[in-house]
């Protein structure tokens, strides 16, 4: 499968038949990024909030759309596990709840944290550590910080880890840059793509812990 980011926390997921699952769109224009048309076959929103919501963008008249999803769903020949977590430190009171995905399709499972904003622990985290491929916010701010997605990703130990929701140029929302977050990478591989895509399949997984840097388009 192909894996493409698009900025922010927007990313899509394009399977070998071509079937395209969207996770977390944005408009673009909301936040001064780049507006992407994709049209997807699946869209998952990890939480109601604009920067991760913009369904309008990737969706055509057979989109299928899991809006905070608990539990497991099978959709064409993909399956979805929605695990509940919470967008702050304050189990919701203060940002609301959060849905980690795991999508499982082509013998890969690839794992989109959201906003997640506190430690993981318990079943959510046992459920995650099943991940081969980790999206994690970094930028701190409105998630968790780069020190605690650096904890979480020991805790999970996925084979790709790919950062997500931190500041590009252009975008108008405070977070830190990803730089922040590679502070804290230890003894692990880094590769910074010249892409803002990557092709995945269960194969080629690196034998350990990587951590790819997408470009932003």
């Known amino acids: 499968m192909e894996l493409a980011w698009h900025g922010h926390a927007f990313f899509t997921l394009r399977l070998t038949n071509g079937y395209v699952i969207a ?3 944005h408009d673009g224009l909301s936040i001064g990024l780049k507006r ?9 929103v990890t939480h109601d909030h604009f920067d991760h919501n913009a369904v309008e963008v990737v969706k055509k008249p057979s989109t299928r759309i899991l809006k905070q999803f608990y539990g497991e769903a099978r959709v064409d020949d993909v399956v979805v596990n929605g695990i509940k977590t919470f967008h702050d430190k304050h189990s919701g009171a203060r940002r609301g709840e959060n849905t980690a995905y795991i999508v499982s399709a082509e ?23 099943k991940a081969d491929v980790l999206m994690i916010p ?37 977070l830190k840059t ?11 591989r880094v590769d910074k793509l010249d892409t803002n895509s990557m092709s995945i399949t269960s194969t080629s997984l690196p034998p350990k812990t990587t951590v790819v840097v997408f470009k932003y388009p």
């Open 23 to 25: 996770i977390d769109p």
């Open 36 to 44: 992407v048309r994709v049209e997807s076959d699946l869209a998952l």
């Open 107 to 129: 013998g890969l499972k690839i794992a989109h944290l959201g906003d997640l904003g506190h430690a993981l622990s318990g079943e959510a985290l046992n459920k995650l550590s």
């Open 138 to 174: 970094v930028g701190g701010t409105y998630t968790i910080e780069p020190d605690e997605a650096w904890s979480i990703v020991k805790n999970i130990s996925p084979r790709i880890v790919v950062p997500m929701h931190y500041w590009v140029k252009g975008l108008r929302l405070p």
């Open 178 to 188: 990803v730089d922040y977050f590679l502070k804290y990478v230890e003894e692990v």
